[in-house]
């Protein structure tokens, strides 16, 4: 019936370790209260504790990889099987020394997969020094996004090469003062865009949707009199209409097809509009013009990263027309884009034996950004060849990351190492 000393039959125990390492304390209690099998949350938590580690053996192709326990001050690392998907360890702290060690007495690790960490790179070196270490593919292009956006920040007068100049921009600034520095430079480039569209009879909300800015920013720009205004914070909105509240009935009303200004006021003034007829009429000329389209935007520096590191089929025809105006005036970002074309490539064919002559090609062009990252790749030259060869990645570890999330959010505050350890192993086990 049951054993020595036991309060429970084995079958009990055992669904009630089962609920345990689904569902840890409280949610476990409620559950186990549910199926009339009433039991606190620390008598769970004790069953869990008590449980045996499931048996493991040390993996061919080992997963490296960080997670958090407490967000910017306690960290672990966590050890999987790249072959199987299963978790093998959680150890505490990210260091190199304490990966090495855990290597050192679990020895027949053949293949290692880790980030960029530095730390990883030499705990393998002290602790399995025949393994093959294999840089991660996607930290990889990460990286290569990170690069390109700085060589792509380094050269933002060439994303504005391409936006057309307005003829009459002067007429919106009165004064001759230069401005100095960045923001009192797009200050007066963003006012006196706004008020040659404005000029040209766009209205307010138009020129907010061409160019893809806030109304607000928009209207900031119109009711200033000079950029001056906008980089000394004078100025403060525009002032209240007594047309606003029934600003979005009217949009309503021209939107189902009713375009007469003088059948709109009477229907507004029967809802308590108290202002005059005029303002009416002022507010629905703004949607009689038809002004011609806006030109776009110069693109961001985030915005033209995307392009560079995003595959060309999943472009859109005008992003990849914007793309080529860029890259037409701008040799450097020219060259950059052919670099990160070929090491796409690389990545994607697996042709980690071209890697030696990209990086002579990105030192020759002395570009920004993608120089600093070709010398970071030569001091990690094999393992980022071999994730460039090898079909092996960090992915699983990361999912497993994941996983480990899931588990920390479900345990409110109580996932101390050695509980969330034993909850990750026993939880794997049971698939």
Known sequence: MTVRHG????????????????????????LAAKIHAPVGRSTL??????????????????????????????YGTVLIDCETGAPVELLPGRDAQTLANWLDTHPGVEVVCRDRSGSYAEGVRIGAPDAVQVADRFHLWQNVGKAVERCVARHRDCLRATEPVPADSTISQPSSEEPVGRFAQRAQRHHAKVHDLLRQGH??????????????????????????ELVDGKWKGPRPSKLDPFK????????????????????IAELGYPGS???????????????????????????????LTCHPDKLTEDDRSRLKAVLDQCPELRAAAVHVRAFGEMLTMLQGQLLP????????????????????LESD???????????WNSG?????????????RQMFGRAGLALLRKRVLLTAAQR
């Open 7 to 30: 309060r429970r039959t084995p079958l009990l125990r055992a669904m009630l370790e089962g609920i345990a390492v689904a569902l840890a304390g409280r949610a476990g209690a409620r």
């Open 45 to 74: 938590l004790r069953l869990l504790a008590a449980l045996p580690d499931p048996a493991a053996q040390t993996p061919r192709v080992l997963g490296v990889d960080d997670f958090a326990l407490l967000r910017g001050q306690n």
């Open 203 to 228: 209205s307010i909300r138009g020129i907010a949707r061409g160019l893809g800015w806030g109304q607000r920013t928009v209207q900031r720009y119109a009711h200033a009199a000079t950029w001056q």
């Open 248 to 267: 979005p009935y009217l949009d309503q009303r021209w939107e189902s097809g009713c375009s007469n200004a003088l059948q709109l006021y009477r229907e």
């Open 277 to 307: 007829y005029g303002r009416v009429r002022a507010y629905l000329e703004q949607r009689r013009t038809r002004p011609g389209l806006i030109a776009a935007s110069p693109p961001t520096v985030r915005q033209f990263t995307r392009w």
């Open 357 to 376: 002559a990209w990086i002579t090609a990105v030192r020759a062009d002395d570009l920004p950004g993608l120089s600093s990252f070709a010398n970071g």
């Open 381 to 391: 030259l094999n393992a980022v060849s071999a994730g460039l060869t090898m079909r």
């Open 396 to 408: 699983p570890v990361e999912g497993r990351v994941n996983h480990i999330k899931m588990i920390k």
